[in-house]
């Protein structure tokens, strides 16, 4: 990934406004749209540790039908099957994600970005 991305999912509000955000700043992030890219396990752990995150399951997106329908509430589950999980269903990866070079930060809300840049 270049030095600027956003993981994007361009149905969702939060990524289009933090992508406007960027480009309003004058920014031309690489665009990747994780849902038609996917994210291989060595992308997905390496943006785990890059957001300071001590779990898969901080990344994922609990409000989904999918997360209810694979059970992934259960505390049992493992690192691997939680990242297994949304690497079969891209869905459940919390979005917008912007990746600066060694940084990372959530559009939620889109101005929590601008900490990175």
Known sequence: MSKLTILHNPRCSKSRQTLALLTDKGLQPTVVDYL??????????NIISLLGFTSARQLLRKGEPIYKEQQLANSQLTETQ???????????????IV?????????????????IL
Do not use: F, Q, W
């Open 36 to 45: 038609k890219t996917p994210l291989t396990l060595t992308e997905l752990n």
């Open 82 to 96: 939680l990242l297994t999980a949304m690497l079969t269903y891209p869905k459940l990866i919390e979005r917008p």
């Open 99 to 115: 990746l600066n070079a060694d940084k990372a930060a959530i559009g939620r809300p889109p101005e929590a970005v601008l900490t």
